[in-house]
């Protein structure tokens, strides 16, 4: 601060004097055609590759038969002994919603307590997108064609730009997809293009998740430290509504931090099966790996298994046959 005393101020970079950072732009159109991409996939995916979802607890399971082991803390899981009443479950047990505010303006006053029904939440990955450059007309926001001018700490004010020619059409506007419905939605019908759409389904995941990772260092996205309710914008909202640990104290306010990747794109780890596709046992539960369920379900379908989750997904589990494996493995 001694340094800076007496020299003119710098001014501020994208996006915090409110203008896009025009490099991102593309990553996210990128990233928001991947998602739509990947839930319509994963759709398609789950009427050949059957996932398990719990009736008591959030867990589920990919393959056709619920894993063994006692996991469950659903409600009378004590009666059941921890074992999970498997049944069907939908594609948002696989790739999990998150949700967030949607902002007119990113830059503007924080949400109050008083408006936190006013204000429409819509899946925070997408909030992400408009604010990075997508245009979506049924959510609105404010672009600047000017950076703002500092008033104080917090206070701003818009720059004129009557001065500015009439805007000209978006040379980065891309054609965004569209959410398939129910009765559109076509399985595969042969393993061939089982593994093909396994193959593009895992590369839309890893899509967003990088485009999502680029998008998060130019734009602030924030998380409570208490529970996972996210932010996208560079201070969090008001509204009073975290019921974690000792909530009470707080009067609900959240704890907000910068966030981290999980925490907007959740991944959902699931046990992996065995290469050789037998069922898995519960004395070997402590050998099996684990991978999360989109990765799961497009190997299962017949998708090469990444370099990056080979750590974690332990490909060959089993019990020895004779006494002179075991001394092998020993």
Same mark, same amino acid.
């Given at each position: 601060?001694?340094?800076?005393?007496?020299?003119?101020?710098?001014?501020?970079?994208?996006?915090?004097?409110?203008?896009?950072?025009?490099?991102?732009?593309?990553?996210?159109?990128?990233?928001?055609?991947?998602? !739509?991409?990947?839930?319509?996939?994963? #759709?398609?995916?789950?009427?050949? $590759?059957?996932?398990? @979802?719990?009736?008591?607890?959030?867990?589920?399971?990919?393959?056709?038969?619920?894993?063994?082991?006692?996991?469950?803390?659903?409600?009378?899981?004590?009666?059941?002994?921890?074992?999970?009443?498997?049944?069907?479950?939908?594609?948002?047990?696989?790739?999990?919603?998150?949700?967030?505010?949607?902002?007119?303006?990113?830059?503007?006053?924080? !949400?109050?307590?008083?408006?936190?029904?006013?204000?429409?939440?819509?899946?925070? *990955? $997408?909030?992400?997108?408009?604010?990075?450059?997508?245009?979506?007309?049924?959510?609105?926001?404010? &672009?600047? &064609?000017?950076?703002? !001018?500092?008033? @104080? &700490?917090?206070?701003?004010?818009?720059?004129?730009?009557?001065?500015?020619?009439?805007?000209?059409?978006? #040379?980065?506007? /891309?054609? *965004?997809?569209?959410? =398939?419905?129910?009765?559109?939605?076509?399985?595969?019908?042969?393993?061939?293009?089982?593994?093909? =759409?396994?193959?593009?389904?895992?590369?839309?995941?890893?899509?967003?998740?990088?485009?999502?990772?680029? *998008?998060?260092?130019?734009?602030?996205? #924030?998380?409570?430290?208490?529970?996972?309710?996210?932010?996208?914008?560079?201070? @969090?909202?008001?509204? &009073?509504?975290?019921?974690?640990?000792?909530?009470?104290?707080?009067?609900?306010?959240?704890?907000? /931090?910068?966030?981290? =990747?999980?925490?907007?794109?959740?991944?959902?780890?699931?046990?992996?099966?065995?290469?050789?596709?037998?069922?898995?046992?519960?004395?070997?539960?402590?050998?099996?790996? /684990?991978?999360?369920?989109?990765?799961?379900?497009?190997?299962?379908?017949?998708?090469?298994?990444?370099?990056?989750?080979?750590?974690?997904?332990?490909?060959? !589990? @089993?019990?020895?046959?004779? *006494?002179?494996?075991?001394?092998?493995?020993?």
């Amino acid at each position: 601060m001694k340094a800076a005393q007496g020299k003119p101020k710098r001014p501020l970079p994208p996006p915090k004097n409110g203008m896009l950072v025009h490099r991102l732009i593309p990553v996210a159109y990128k990233v928001y055609n991947a998602r !739509i991409l990947l839930i319509n996939n994963l #759709r398609k995916l789950m009427k050949v $590759v059957p996932v398990k @979802g719990c009736k008591y607890c959030s867990e589920i399971h990919v393959g056709s038969v619920g894993h063994p082991f006692r996991t469950c803390r659903g409600m009378m899981s004590d009666q059941r002994r921890g074992e999970h009443d498997w049944g069907s479950t939908l594609v948002e047990a696989v790739f999990l919603p998150v949700e967030a505010y949607h902002l007119e303006d990113r830059l503007g006053k924080r !949400i109050p307590h008083e408006q936190r029904f006013a204000v429409p939440r819509i899946p925070a *990955l $997408v909030e992400l997108c408009i604010q990075a450059g997508v245009d979506l007309p049924e959510y609105p926001t404010k &672009r600047r &064609r000017k950076p703002i !001018i500092k008033i @104080g &700490r917090n206070e701003f004010v818009d720059a004129d730009e009557d001065d500015l020619p009439e805007a000209e059409p978006d #040379r980065f506007k /891309q054609t *965004l997809l569209e959410e =398939l419905h129910f009765d559109e939605i076509i399985a595969p019908s042969t393993p061939e293009e089982t593994a093909a =759409l396994a193959e593009e389904t895992l590369e839309a995941w890893e899509t967003v998740r990088d485009g999502a990772l680029k *998008l998060m260092k130019g734009y602030a996205v #924030r998380v409570c430290g208490y529970c996972p309710e996210v932010h996208v914008g560079p201070t @969090g909202h008001k509204a &009073r509504n975290c019921g974690a640990f000792k909530h009470q104290q707080r009067n609900g306010q959240h704890g907000w /931090q910068a966030a981290v =990747l999980d925490d907007l794109i959740p991944p959902r780890y699931v046990w992996h099966m065995p290469e050789s596709g037998e069922e898995l046992q519960r004395e070997l539960k402590t050998f099996y790996g /684990q991978a999360p369920a989109v990765v799961e379900m497009c190997i299962q379908g017949g998708a090469k298994v990444p370099e990056k989750y080979k750590g974690t997904m332990r490909l060959d !589990i @089993g019990i020895p046959s004779s *006494l002179k494996e075991a001394e092998m493995v020993i």
